[in-house]
T-cell receptor, first 113, second 110 residues
Framework: GENVEQHPSTLSVQEGDSAVIKCTYSDSASNYFPWYKQELGKRPQLIIDIRSNVGEKKDQRIAVTLNKTAKHFSLHITETQPEDSAVYFCAASKGGGGNKLTFGTGTQLKVEL | SQTIHQWPATLVQPVGSPLSLECTVEGTSNPNLYWYRQAAGRGLQLLFYSVGIGQISSEVPQNLSASRPQDRQFILSSKKLLLSDSGFYLC?????????FGSGTRLTVV
């Protein structure tokens, strides 16, 4: 089955700096890659996603890149703010977004003032 | 609109007691439904998923069971809770853009 690895497990940045979280997946048939943000004690919420027919997607300060050949995808957050502090999960699935997701192990991002 | 409801929000149960957590989805039909558990500070562990009424797939052997008696209802149960069952339980349904999670149940087994 699919295996998703996520790095780093913790990331500390200064406010205003950029943060990058990287994931790799094992199943070349995976074609949908969402990212979730989970604040302390709350549910994970979708922040951005990308499908395998594009290489990059951007939404304000957040961007995701996908390298299908290398089976890598990354989350980029620019101009980080304290409210970006949370746990971020990457995930992958086959057959579009309606199928079972395989999650990475999560990255605890801390944005320091 | 499509919404997902999960209850209760918090639960404290003694070891050996039964458990029933319920999740319902509104505004869609025949959704794929999932139960996840998250231990403190840890990742999302898939427990069960269901693609239809009465169809349950178990991802890991454990003290829990799941049922789907109706199209938009998914229930997580246990006959006798263990201390290790403590955690944050999340129900989710999948759609074209990944999952929508319920608000979660924080279960503490004492």
């Amino acid at each position: 089955g699919e295996n998703v690895e996520q790095h780093p497990s913790t990331l500390s940045v200064q406010e205003g700096d950029s943060a990058v979280i990287k994931c790799t997946y094992s199943d070349s048939a995976s074609n949908y890659f969402p990212w979730y943000k989970q604040e302390l004690g709350k549910r994970p919420q979708l922040i951005i996603d990308i499908r395998s027919n594009v290489g990059e997607k951007k939404d304000q300060r957040i961007a995701v890149t996908l390298n299908k050949t290398a089976k890598h995808f990354s989350l980029h957050i620019t101009e980080t703010q304290p409210e970006d502090s949370a746990v971020y999960f990457c995930a992958a699935s086959k057959g579009g977004g309606g199928n079972k997701l395989t999650f990475g192990t999560g990255t605890q991002l801390k944005v320091e003032l | 609109s499509q919404t997902i409801h999960q209850w209760p929000a918090t639960l404290v149960q003694p070891v050996g007691s039964p458990l029933s957590l319920e999740c319902t989805v509104e505004g869609t039909s025949n959704p794929n439904l999932y139960w996840y558990r998250q231990a403190a500070g840890r990742g999302l562990q898939l427990l069960f998923y269901s693609v239809g009424i009465g169809q349950i797939s178990s991802e890991v052997p454990q003290n829990l069971s799941a049922s789907r008696p109706q199209d938009r209802q998914f229930i997580l149960s246990s006959k006798k809770l263990l201390l290790s069952d403590s955690g944050f339980y999340l129900c989710a349904w999948s759609r074209a853009r990944g999952y929508t999670f319920g608000s979660g149940t924080r279960l503490t087994v004492v």
